[in-house]
């Protein structure tokens, strides 16, 4: 035997080897293939869950497909009731919340859901052992108790109004997940919840596979398989759209323009509280100066970024709310105007020098803006920014970083900032505005301190009187206006290409972070078939 | 034929064995520097982006809970002495133990490798044998000329124009993951047809190396002595080239097999990661962008071994193919 056929002869026998234990990895699954039909559906989003579980925070702004809230939002982003049987009792001091629990709910499992396990999930994300980055939303929730296996009561440390809006955070099953790690467990990539759907595959870095729950409490849905591949690039994602892999897809709006007269496809624009804002920080002598923050504020031209950057999906943001949010100050929209901008800085004492750039007793009017490295979207906002500002005299250096470099320069150096919640004014306007949250994390950037928006805010979110906090709402967007720490640019659209097979398709208005909860099938459960 | 016993095999594996201790346990500790060293924060990788709205509190007991407060050489002890005992730890950007991360992983990414591998060796060695025979021929200034520039061409670039070619235009094949998007059975044909862009991808952008090397080989070869001999004697060409000429010039293409293996790993990187293909390449840079200690050391050292192992086989292979080669020298 010569070397060769040994060579051969191995090389022929791995190549098997590796072939047959490939085709006993096989995943269970009902071996049906990709089906034309209306009862699967397969869309791509760009970005994959880190983990399943709700105690580290997956789903917790709802339409988790895998679990329900004990509330949840509607197509308008009104509450609605899950798994509890109505919306909460809140006590006179607006401390304590009382929901009544849906009975006859069972885990995916066959386990009944009872009231434990509300008191288990939410007691979970508060342990300090538990790796939940996002514990702090649930920071005016002191205790949460049972009473009984149908009644769950909250205790809250302080009157907090929007705190029922956090409460369509998922429901763990206690009986799977406390025998598991909760950091690290089998519950992060084989969760178990009373949803719509019932996850059945999740390869990382490629999709995650779905059926339908046949004894889900709301009925059993149509679409009886979902699936979300993940595909990051754009581009490619875009391709197998084209190719018919997949039936719907987020997509950028430059790519989602060519399926505009494709009669067998509809474009979804979904509005959003996506926003993106320059901080100014206070303690910087140039943007902490109340005229440079109100001539930046209206030497930019909104509409302009909108078009050129945007392509046209998104609006122009004056604040955190969208121009559209029934919180919105009407009236504080701020039109571009360059000659205004002017003038104000002229009578602030800021003299254009030879270059074009203003100055005032010596200080040049010119600051460093930073943004996130490889974020193709905020660069092209500060580079706007940048050129708008120049136009009025002021001149600002755009620089990339990464979140580890920028922080620590965010006292005096600006940042394109994005982030947006719905649900609840307080929302973002708490941690952005109020003076408590300076230097908190990466709350309140602009170091933005005012006495106004301060009191507004406190008294908005303890009150429950719908009138009252939107009086306070008005007051505080106002004063922000006059004082505008940040320069709000936009609001962004995220655009979404599907298969015009199905009726009655909606977009909520969307969050900052949008995964497999946002898009038109945030509701996929409901979906009927087109006659 | 004169070949080397087994026992000089043993030899040189144990050999290699040995001083592959140091060199891991010196890989991962550059590796614990490294990513200490550059300026990712692990707590502020893991929060992703809930990380932006939180709070200090929470960031600072994040750090606690996961170990990342200590210096770094501390948590590569604490790392090598559990790792040492089995147990890898675990993965703090995919929320699961190390080892169950590169079991779900492994198979996949060296089925993807084998084929490109596979594919690239065979098809290098047949164009190389034909462009060597003639020299400057047609086939030779082509295949020459398209090699350069598939060097040039980084693998993303070729999966993306495979994908537009193959998927988009031809709809001949899936353009990326396991299974069809509806389906989760990975079944034998299904497979087959997934596998065959991203291996086919992978093979072309390693084919350049394995076919100039081969070309040149058996070309220098087809001027030696020793060919001459065999065609004065009156042997048939097919003999000549494939008994006489490819043996010998095939030496250095054995050789180059050992190196090409991180070349290979950094391709499959790029692949997995157009192809949405689930293998450990893509789980990699996930690790090393959200500093994820356990995993990036588990990872880098199945990356050592692989080198190593690559290494060990070529010479292996030299030895067998080339009774000159003594393998005690090694």
Redesign the interface.
């Given at each position: 035997m010569?070397?060769r056929t040994?060579?051969t002869a191995t090389?022929t026998a791995?190549?098997a080897v590796?072939?047959l234990?490939?085709?006993a990895?096989?995943?269970?699954?009902?071996?049906?293939?990709?089906?034309g039909g209306t009862d699967?559906l397969?869309v791509g989003v760009a970005q994959e869950p880190?983990?399943l579980?709700p105690l580290?925070?997956y789903g917790k702004e709802g339409n988790s497909k895998i679990f329900d809230g004990l509330l949840a939002h509607d197509a308008k982003m009104h509450l609605k009731p899950a798994l509890a049987t109505g919306l909460p009792k809140v006590s006179e001091d607006g401390r304590t919340y009382t929901f009544d629990l849906r009975k006859g709910v069972t885990f995916s499992d066959g386990k009944p859901f009872t009231a434990k396990d509300v008191v288990y999930t939410y007691e979970t994300i508060l342990d300090?052992?538990t790796?939940n980055?996002?514990?702090?939303?649930l920071?005016a929730l002191d205790s949460v108790r049972a009473e009984g296996e149908h009644r769950v009561v909250f205790h809250l440390k302080y009157p907090y109004a929007p705190f029922a809006e956090r409460t369509v955070l998922p429901i763990a099953s206690q009986a799977v997940a406390s025998k598991t790690?909760v950091?690290?467990?089998?519950y992060?990539?084989r969760p178990v919840g009373t949803g719509p759907y019932i996850l059945?595959?999740w390869?990382?870095?490629?999709?995650l596979?779905f059926k339908a729950n046949p004894h889900y409490w709301g009925g059993k849905p149509k679409i009886k398989?979902f699936?979300v591949?993940?595909?990051?690039?754009d581009?490619?994602r875009a391709?197998?759209l084209?190719?018919?892999?997949?039936d719907g897809a987020i997509l950028p709006p430059n790519l989602a323009k060519a399926y505009k007269n494709d009669s067998g496809k509809r474009t979804f624009s979904a509005k959003t509280a996506d926003y993106r804002a320059v901080t100014l920080p206070t303690d910087n002598p140039v943007t902490g100066d109340k005229a440079v923050r109100r001539a930046l504020d209206l030497a930019v031209d909104r509409e302009a970024i909108v078009k050129s950057v945007l392509n046209g999906a998104g609006k122009p943001a004056y604040g955190p709310l969208p121009t559209d949010s029934r919180w919105f100050a009407k009236g504080t929209e701020r039109p571009h105007d360059l000659a205004r901008a002017k003038k104000i800085l002229d009578d602030a004492g800021w003299k254009p020098g030879k270059d074009g750039i203003r100055h005032k007793d010596g200080r040049r009017a010119s600051f460093t803006l930073w943004y996130f490295s490889g974020d193709k979207l905020r660069q092209d906002h500060a580079l706007a920014y940048a050129s708008d500002a120049k136009k009025a005299g002021i001149d600002i250096k755009v620089q990339a970083g990464?979140?580890?470099?920028i922080r620590p320069k965010l006292k005096h150096d600006a940042m394109l900032m994005g982030?947006g919640f719905p649900a609840d004014p307080d929302f973002d306007l708490y941690?952005t505005l109020h003076s408590s949250q300076i230097?908190?994390?990466?709350?309140n950037l602009a170091y933005y301190h005012d006495k106004t928006v301060d009191e507004q805010l406190d008294t908005a979110r303890r009150s429950r009187d719908e009138k009252v906090r939107k009086a306070a709402y008005d007051k505080a967007q106002r004063a922000l206006e006059k004082n505008p720490g940040y320069t709000f640019l936009t609001h962004i659209d995220h655009v979404y290409v599907i298969d015009d097979k199905w009726q009655g398709l909606t977009t909520q208005v969307e969050p900052?972070?949008h995964g497999i909860g946002a898009g038109p099938w945030w509701n996929v459960q409901d979906w009927q078939p087109k006659k | 034929?004169n070949?080397p016993g087994i026992r000089p095999v043993g030899r040189l594996v144990g050999r290699r064995l040995l001083a592959a201790v140091p060199v891991l346990a010196a890989v991962t500790f550059g590796v614990f520097a490294v990513a200490a060293a550059s300026?990712?924060?692990p707590v502020?990788q893991?929060?992703?982006?809930?990380?932006?709205?939180?709070?200090?509190?929470?960031?600072d007991?994040?750090r606690r809970?996961?170990h990342v407060d200590g210096p770094f050489w501390e948590r590569w002890w604490d790392w090598l002495t559990s790792a040492l005992t089995g147990d890898l730890g675990?993965?703090t950007?995919?929320?699961?133990?190390v080892a169950q991360v590169i079991g779900?992983?492994l198979?996949?990414s060296?089925?993807l490798c084998?084929a490109g591998f596979?594919l690239a060796v065979l098809a290098g060695t047949v164009l190389g044998v034909a462009a060597a025979r003639r020299k400057g021929g047609l086939l030779d200034r082509a295949v020459t000329s398209l090699s350069y520039t598939l060097e040039a061409a980084p693998p993303f670039w070729i999966g993306?124009l495979g994908?537009?070619l193959f998927?988009?235009q031809f709809?001949l094949l899936?353009?990326?993951?396991?299974?069809?998007?509806?389906?989760?059975?990975?079944?034998?044909g299904g497979?087959l047809r997934h596998l065959a862009l991203p291996a086919l991808v992978l093979g072309i952008s390693q084919l350049p190396w394995f076919l100039l090397y081969v070309r040149q080989g058996v070309g220098d070869a087809l001027e030696e002595d020793a060919v001459r001999g065999a065609r004065a004697r009156g042997l048939a060409e097919r003999t000549v080239l494939l008994g006489h000429a490819l043996r010998s010039g095939l030496l250095p293409v054995l050789t180059l097999i050992g190196s090409r293996i991180p070349e290979l790993i950094t391709g499959a990187l790029l692949v997995?990661?157009?192809f949405?293909?689930?293998g450990i390449a893509?789980?990699t840079v996930?690790a090393a962008t959200a500093t994820d200690f356990p995993l990036l050391a588990a990872l880098t050292t199945l990356a050592t071994v692989a080198v190593l192992a690559g290494n060990l086989l070529a010479d292996l292979?030299y030895g067998?193919?080339d009774p000159r080669v003594a393998l005690e020298e090694m």
């Amino acid at each position: 035997m010569t070397a060769r056929t040994v060579r051969t002869a191995t090389a022929t026998a791995t190549a098997a080897v590796v072939l047959l234990s490939a085709a006993a990895c096989s995943a269970p699954g009902d071996g049906d293939g990709p089906g034309g039909g209306t009862d699967t559906l397969t869309v791509g989003v760009a970005q994959e869950p880190e983990t399943l579980s709700p105690l580290l925070g997956y789903g917790k702004e709802g339409n988790s497909k895998i679990f329900d809230g004990l509330l949840a939002h509607d197509a308008k982003m009104h509450l609605k009731p899950a798994l509890a049987t109505g919306l909460p009792k809140v006590s006179e001091d607006g401390r304590t919340y009382t929901f009544d629990l849906r009975k006859g709910v069972t885990f995916s499992d066959g386990k009944p859901f009872t009231a434990k396990d509300v008191v288990y999930t939410y007691e979970t994300i508060l342990d300090k052992k538990t790796n939940n980055a996002s514990k702090g939303e649930l920071d005016a929730l002191d205790s949460v108790r049972a009473e009984g296996e149908h009644r769950v009561v909250f205790h809250l440390k302080y009157p907090y109004a929007p705190f029922a809006e956090r409460t369509v955070l998922p429901i763990a099953s206690q009986a799977v997940a406390s025998k598991t790690d909760v950091n690290t467990g089998s519950y992060n990539t084989r969760p178990v919840g009373t949803g719509p759907y019932i996850l059945t595959g999740w390869r990382k870095g490629e999709k995650l596979t779905f059926k339908a729950n046949p004894h889900y409490w709301g009925g059993k849905p149509k679409i009886k398989r979902f699936t979300v591949a993940v595909i990051e690039d754009d581009d490619v994602r875009a391709t197998r759209l084209r190719s018919g892999d997949l039936d719907g897809a987020i997509l950028p709006p430059n790519l989602a323009k060519a399926y505009k007269n494709d009669s067998g496809k509809r474009t979804f624009s979904a509005k959003t509280a996506d926003y993106r804002a320059v901080t100014l920080p206070t303690d910087n002598p140039v943007t902490g100066d109340k005229a440079v923050r109100r001539a930046l504020d209206l030497a930019v031209d909104r509409e302009a970024i909108v078009k050129s950057v945007l392509n046209g999906a998104g609006k122009p943001a004056y604040g955190p709310l969208p121009t559209d949010s029934r919180w919105f100050a009407k009236g504080t929209e701020r039109p571009h105007d360059l000659a205004r901008a002017k003038k104000i800085l002229d009578d602030a004492g800021w003299k254009p020098g030879k270059d074009g750039i203003r100055h005032k007793d010596g200080r040049r009017a010119s600051f460093t803006l930073w943004y996130f490295s490889g974020d193709k979207l905020r660069q092209d906002h500060a580079l706007a920014y940048a050129s708008d500002a120049k136009k009025a005299g002021i001149d600002i250096k755009v620089q990339a970083g990464s979140r580890e470099v920028i922080r620590p320069k965010l006292k005096h150096d600006a940042m394109l900032m994005g982030n947006g919640f719905p649900a609840d004014p307080d929302f973002d306007l708490y941690p952005t505005l109020h003076s408590s949250q300076i230097g908190d994390g990466w709350n309140n950037l602009a170091y933005y301190h005012d006495k106004t928006v301060d009191e507004q805010l406190d008294t908005a979110r303890r009150s429950r009187d719908e009138k009252v906090r939107k009086a306070a709402y008005d007051k505080a967007q106002r004063a922000l206006e006059k004082n505008p720490g940040y320069t709000f640019l936009t609001h962004i659209d995220h655009v979404y290409v599907i298969d015009d097979k199905w009726q009655g398709l909606t977009t909520q208005v969307e969050p900052h972070d949008h995964g497999i909860g946002a898009g038109p099938w945030w509701n996929v459960q409901d979906w009927q078939p087109k006659k | 034929m004169n070949r080397p016993g087994i026992r000089p095999v043993g030899r040189l594996v144990g050999r290699r064995l040995l001083a592959a201790v140091p060199v891991l346990a010196a890989v991962t500790f550059g590796v614990f520097a490294v990513a200490a060293a550059s300026p990712f924060d692990p707590v502020q990788q893991y929060a992703g982006s809930a990380g932006l709205t939180a709070s200090q509190e929470t960031l600072d007991q994040l750090r606690r809970n996961l170990h990342v407060d200590g210096p770094f050489w501390e948590r590569w002890w604490d790392w090598l002495t559990s790792a040492l005992t089995g147990d890898l730890g675990d993965s703090t950007a995919l929320r699961q133990p190390v080892a169950q991360v590169i079991g779900e992983r492994l198979g996949w990414s060296v089925l993807l490798c084998a084929a490109g591998f596979a594919l690239a060796v065979l098809a290098g060695t047949v164009l190389g044998v034909a462009a060597a025979r003639r020299k400057g021929g047609l086939l030779d200034r082509a295949v020459t000329s398209l090699s350069y520039t598939l060097e040039a061409a980084p693998p993303f670039w070729i999966g993306l124009l495979g994908i537009w070619l193959f998927a988009v235009q031809f709809h001949l094949l899936p353009a990326g993951g396991l299974t069809d998007s509806g389906t989760d059975t990975v079944t034998a044909g299904g497979l087959l047809r997934h596998l065959a862009l991203p291996a086919l991808v992978l093979g072309i952008s390693q084919l350049p190396w394995f076919l100039l090397y081969v070309r040149q080989g058996v070309g220098d070869a087809l001027e030696e002595d020793a060919v001459r001999g065999a065609r004065a004697r009156g042997l048939a060409e097919r003999t000549v080239l494939l008994g006489h000429a490819l043996r010998s010039g095939l030496l250095p293409v054995l050789t180059l097999i050992g190196s090409r293996i991180p070349e290979l790993i950094t391709g499959a990187l790029l692949v997995e990661t157009v192809f949405s293909w689930p293998g450990i390449a893509s789980a990699t840079v996930e690790a090393a962008t959200a500093t994820d200690f356990p995993l990036l050391a588990a990872l880098t050292t199945l990356a050592t071994v692989a080198v190593l192992a690559g290494n060990l086989l070529a010479d292996l292979l030299y030895g067998l193919a080339d009774p000159r080669v003594a393998l005690e020298e090694m």
